[in-house]
């Protein structure tokens, strides 16, 4: 492994060309004095789409986290890897193959390369807040790492695709190679294609009007994707002081726990390359849950319902909240009536909708994480206040309406 002392370092993000990911971009040349250099991997050209100025060199390199030859190339001359890539698919068909491919397969090649790499030194790994969102979660306030998982996720076979990629990076942990699974909550803000700008559509398509649904008091946690992408920074950050530490002590940098890690998790590379027919339910007896090095990251923004949050946006684009409430019983029939309507229409072509059955599950229900251990373990905070990060949200979700 090649030492970074005093030179600052490479950091690879893959899914760089993203929501999330140009946010990371932004902050790690804005706030991140140790980096030199930022590369991007992900399936589309990387162009800012932020308003930073670009202080380091950036590279794009085009390709996915499936092939190989391009993670070799993209790792080449790396110290920090920072994996956002995914496939986030929750619509009434999810593509279970390219899920598994892409956000299971496709992380442990990553990895692999990573471990096998000279130089690549740490791994922050972006999971989602899903794995925790289930039927028969005990908790739904006050969620922290130390909570158990549910047994039934809600948004499969997302969910557990990112649980599987959890444990693959868990494994992959030891003292010479550092990794670290942040789980945000739901994100707004720049560039989102998914949460806010799907309300402003669904009330394009009924007239400028969202329907809402009756939730009661249900209270869901969003988070400013600009706070996010600093916490991954923060965890960069962190992981970067400990590898420097490490070099002073003079520590092996090719230590035995990251050759049996390599050789563990290559098995079973090995292993499921033979069957490219392997179920998720395989994968998951792969690893065991911990909350070691998982860090849930929220940030200051006031936790209302849903549709509280999305009025504001909703007026300022011209739309309005039904005075009407569609009973949740009724919400649910119209889903599953569309479900198996599209399950026959699925014999014809390719038809599909964007949001799924347990959508209306997940809108009955409270959720609310406790991000303390990152902020006292990652010396995160949130840099942007709820009314920057709204006043910045404002700007991007009213400017083509």
């Known amino acids: 492994m090649s030492r970074s002392r005093g030179r600052g370092c490479v950091v690879l993000i893959t899914g760089g060309a993203g929501f999330l990911g140009q946010h990371v971009v932004g902050l790690l040349q804005a706030r991140a004095d140790h980096v030199t250099e930022v590369r991007v991997l992900d399936v589309v050209p990387f162009v800012n789409k932020l308003d930073y100025v670009h202080t380091k060199p950036l590279r794009s390199i085009v390709g996915s986290i499936t092939d190989l030859s391009v993670l070799d190339e993209a790792c080449r001359g790396v110290h920090s890897v920072i994996h956002i890539a995914g496939v986030p698919d929750a619509s009434m068909f999810p593509n279970r193959s390219r899920i598994l491919d892409v956000n299971v397969l496709g992380t442990l090649k990553l990895v692999l390369t990573a471990l096998k790499t000279n130089g690549v030194q740490r791994l922050i790994y972006c999971s989602s807040m899903s794995v925790a969102i289930g039927y028969d979660n005990a908790i739904t306030e006050g969620i922290d790492e130390t909570c158990s998982l549910p047994s039934r996720r809600m948004y499969e076979p997302y969910a557990t695709s990112k649980l599987i990629g959890e444990r693959f990076v868990q494994a992959a942990n030891g003292e010479s190679f550092k990794t ?9 803000g720049e560039l989102d294609r998914v949460f806010v700008t799907f309300g402003q559509e669904m009330a394009r398509r009924n007239g400028g009007v969202l329907q809402r649904v009756s939730t009661w008091k249900v209270r869901q946690q969003q988070a400013y994707v600009g706070n996010v992408a600093w916490a991954f920074v923060c965890a960069e950050q962190k992981l970067y002081r400990e590898t420097i530490k490490n070099l002073k002590a003079h520590k092996s940098e090719d230590d035995i726990d990251k050759r049996q890690c390599y050789k563990w998790l290559n098995r079973l590379s090995e292993r499921f390359t033979a069957n490219p027919g392997s179920s998720f339910v395989e994968f998951e007896l792969c690893g065991k849950e911990t909350s ?8 200051d923004t006031p936790v209302v319902s849903t549709y509280e ?83 910045r949200s404002m700007v991007y979700y009213t400017r083509k309406v």
């Open 180 to 188: 670290l699974i942040l789980r945000p909550t739901v994100m707004y």
């Open 292 to 299: 070691k090095n998982v860090y849930y990251i929220a940030d």
């Open 309 to 391: 949050f999305q009025e504001p946006f909703l007026k300022a684009s011209g739309f309005r909240l039904s005075r009407s409430v569609l009973p949740y019983w009724l919400a649910l029939l119209v889903f599953y009536v569309m479900f198996i309507i599209l399950r026959v229409l699925r014999l014809f072509g390719n038809f599909n909708y964007p949001v799924c059955v347990k959508s209306v599950h997940f809108s009955k229900t409270s959720f609310i994480f406790v991000d303390k251990k990152a902020r006292d373990e990652l010396g995160y905070s949130p840099i942007y206040s709820p009314d920057i990060a709204h006043t």
